[in-house]
T-cell receptor, first 116, second 115 residues
Framework: GAGVSQTPSNKVTEKGKYVELRCDPISGHTALYWYRQSLGQGPEFLIYFQGTGAADDSGLPNDRFFAVRPEGSVSTLKIQRTERGDSAVYLC??????????????FGPGTRLTVL | AQKITQTQPGMFVQEKEAVTLDCTYDTSDPSYGLFWYKQPSSGEMIFLIYQGSYDQQNATEGRYSLNFQKARKSANLVISASQLGDSAMYFCAMREGAGTYKYIFGTGTRLKVLA
């Protein structure tokens, strides 16, 4: 079956611009996660959705970052007034349900964002 | 303090040999889960293996096994019979506590399998 997909695969923008990154989770997965991976680092948690609501947005670095999931499926990560430090790979993951046991997350290929 | 520590930035292993990738973690919560992911150059994170804090036995998945030493807070990944396709970045991650679903990742280990 189809995995998690993310678009675009690459995004180059100028400092100060607004960008949107899209994530299509695996069909039927209720939980969706956004992570940011800087060069040479492991992914860092940004936000987690259970259904349509953001259950945990503690990883969003500041109020320039916002994410939505209006229908409980596709999610969009929005970054306003981009800065060069926002350059990274943004990873989306989904899981079948939130669980205290094995909560295997399935990751998409990521969107590489470059802010010039 | 680092929650997940991977001390080996890079490792080499000869094809068909076994290799151990180290991971130590730090938590005071009795309930947690430990994961290993593989990230090839394509960028996608591939789930390999999971170990729960209450699991009595070490997890195994095919050629992957997890050497879980709870008292030492280590969760090393063992890859047996290495293949050229195993060359990738490997990340250890922890889900900490009940009721939380985010992963905390280490900085990764780059494994190169030599022919």
């Amino acid at each position: 079956g189809a995995g998690v997909s993310q678009t675009p695969s690459n995004k180059v923008t100028e400092k100060g611009k607004y960008v949107e990154l899209r994530c299509d989770p695996i069909s039927g997965h209720t939980a969706l996660y956004w992570y940011r991976q800087s060069l040479g680092q492991g992914p860092e948690f940004l936000i987690y959705f259970q259904g349509t609501g953001a259950a945990d947005d503690s990883g969003l670095p500041n109020d320039r970052f916002f994410a939505v999931r209006p229908e409980g499926s596709v999610s969009t990560l929005k970054i306003q007034r981009t800065e060069r430090g926002d350059s990274a790979v943004y990873l989306c993951a989904s899981s079948q349900r939130p669980s205290n046991q094995n909560n295997e997350q399935f990751f998409g290929p990521g969107t590489r964002l470059t802010v010039l | 303090a680092q929650k997940i520590t991977q001390t080996q930035p890079g490792m080499f292993v000869q094809e068909k040999e076994a290799v151990t990738l180290d991971c130590t973690y730090d938590t005071s919560d009795p309930s947690y889960g430990l994961f290993w992911y593989k990230q090839p150059s394509s960028g996608e994170m591939i789930f390999l293996i999971y170990q729960g804090s209450y699991d009595q036995q070490n997890a195994t998945e095919g050629r992957y096994s997890l050497n879980f030493q709870k008292a030492r807070k280590s969760a090393n990944l063992v890859i047996s019979a290495s293949q050229l396709g195993d060359s990738a970045m490997y990340f250890c991650a922890m889900r900490e506590g009940a009721g939380t679903y985010k992963y905390i990742f280490g900085t990764g280990t780059r494994l190169k399998v030599l022919a």
